[in-house]
């Protein structure tokens, strides 16, 4: 996980908070965070990235809609992301 970029994680974080997700539904959810529009050309080739990288399973709907699920591997990351981050930020404080 250490070497994804930022946004990366961020479609992570969406695809593992979602029930296999459509490629709109997630540039909806980032586009909410961001407060910004996010181009198909900068969302499709980081969601590729993440499935080339084994963290994402990239499956087909119909011929036009992919959905995303996050894999055994990718869990595993976010875990050890989380442990890691609660080691230097206490939000119960």
Known sequence: MYDLTGFQRDLLYVISGSDDPHGLAIKEELEDYYEKEIHHGR???NLDTLVEKGLVEKGQR?????????TRRGRRELQARREWEGQY???EA
Request: aromatic share 20%.
């Open 43 to 45: 969302l499709y080739p």
């Open 62 to 70: 119909d011929r036009r809609t992919n959905f995303y699920t996050v």
């Open 89 to 91: 930020v206490d939000i």
